[in-house]
């Protein structure tokens, strides 16, 4: 293949990429700039914080459950037409709640969105993988986790400009033509990947890959960065005002945060293609200095929470880019969706279990040490995936060294 031809082939291939980053940022993008606002919209008849749980978990919900199963059947038929189908049924939910004009809806809506993602988010890591080399899936996989983190930092700014500007009916209308947009998008330029034949797996064997380490490990790695990211999102603002901090500086704190996550994804997944650091070491370190993060919190002072926002945020940047390439370096090719669902349900775990545990221990002994009491879980979970793996390999999987 002469130079010419060759680059032209790589042109195609950040082509067909560029809409799957896109439809991370979507997903990302749909949760929070709804979830930010919904305390404004419960104000209104539904005035329960129950009300406003359930709606803050519909979505997530209907993630974890159908997640897995869309990634299956994107093994089956392939993972286009299910990233193709689940981007406009997104847009779909979401044009369905602005023809309805009623407000009480929006819990169906949001119900609607998260299953369309359930179903366009595994198939968009499923594609990443099947589209980029195996030497380049740490910078694939970098690159669509800074679009969602993208995703995530946006999200509440812009959708309380829109719901401030035009109300729920502004937002939900921009969302369904974002995912119109990267839906047609995605049609043009994403090649049709056929499904690899599937070898028979019994229930057993499902267990035993999704029980052995080399998902586990990975996938804990995942759930724990996932939870860091929300324990630091939802309670370094809460530190930040005990501590004398305007709503200016801790929203400072939370987009440090998450624009450093953003920013380090695709550095991180280039260190690891070019075989600097290995996978377990990468995780484990990503965990380390995560911990490290939050036990910044304990220290006085604002520049404590600022320092607290960086670690975490370059910790999580690591974790989440080696993590997914590593589950799919150790996933059989014909059951990557299968993997890359099942993983993703880890992580709306840690998204919601992070949380609910500092909370539950800061009930019991305050806030800042129960932070500082996560750290130490997150340090025994970087020791945990240090560990070298016990259990043979597969001759369909390859393990990139630790």
């Known amino acids: 293949m002469t130079p010419k031809q060759l680059d032209a082939v790589r042109g195609d291939a950040r082509r067909a990429l560029l809409p799957l980053y896109a439809a991370g940022f979507v997903t990302a993008f749909g949760a929070h700039s709804i979830a930010a606002s919904l305390g404004g919209y419960t104000g209104g008849a539904n005035t329960s914080l129950l009300s406003l749980g359930l709606l803050l978990a519909v979505y997530d ?58 179903a366009f988010s595994p198939a968009a890591g499923m594609l990443v993988a099947r589209l980029t080399p195996e030497s380049g899936w740490g910078r694939g996989f970098g690159r669509y986790g800074a679009w969602k983190g993208v995703g995530y930092t946006l999200g509440p700014v812009l959708g309380g400009v829109l719901i401030a500007l035009g109300g729920y009916q502004l937002l939900f209308a921009t969302l369904g033509l974002l995912g119109a947009l990267v839906a047609g998008w995605a049609g043009i ?18 267990c035993r890959r999704l029980s052995s380490a080399r998902f586990l490990c990975p996938t804990l790695a995942l759930a724990a960065a996932t ?19 305007g709503p200016l500086a801790t929203g400072a704190v939370v987009s440090i945060l998450a624009g450093t996550a953003t920013l380090v994804q695709p550095q991180a997944g280039r260190i690891r293609d070019n075989g600097r650091i290995g996978d377990r070491t990468g995780m484990a370190a990503g965990l380390a200095i995560t911990a490290l993060g939050c036990v910044a919190v304990w220290l006085p002072g604002t520049i404590a929470l600022f320092t607290a926002a960086v670690l975490i945020g370059i910790g999580v940047g690591v974790i989440t880019p080696i993590g997914f390439a590593h589950l799919a370096a150790n996933s059989p090719r014909d059951r990557l969706g299968q993997t890359m669902g099942s993983a993703e349900v880890g992580r709306e775990l840690g998204d919601a279990g992070g949380p609910l545990l500092v909370g539950a221990i800061a009930a019991a002994i305050t806030l800042v040490p129960a932070i500082v009491a996560f750290a130490g879980l997150l340090a025994a979970t970087s020791v945990v995936v240090a560990l070298p793996y016990s259990s043979p390999r597969s001759a369909t999987t390859e393990e990139t060294p630790g």
């Open 189 to 206: 330029s994403v090649p049709a990947v056929p499904p690899l034949p599937t070898a028979r797996q019994t229930v057993a064997d499902l």
């Open 227 to 245: 939870g860091a990211l929300s324990v630091g999102v939802g309670f370094l603002p809460v530190v930040g005002a005990h501590r004398g901090l």
């Open 61 to 118: 919900g209907a993630e974890v459950v159908l997640k897995p199963v869309f990634g299956s059947l994107a093994d089956r038929v392939g993972a286009r037409p299910i990233l193709l189908g689940g981007l406009v049924a997104f847009a779909v939910a979401s044009a369905a709640f602005v023809a309805a004009d009623n407000p009480a809806l929006v819990a169906v809506a949001r119900l609607g969105q998260g299953a369309a993602a359930a």
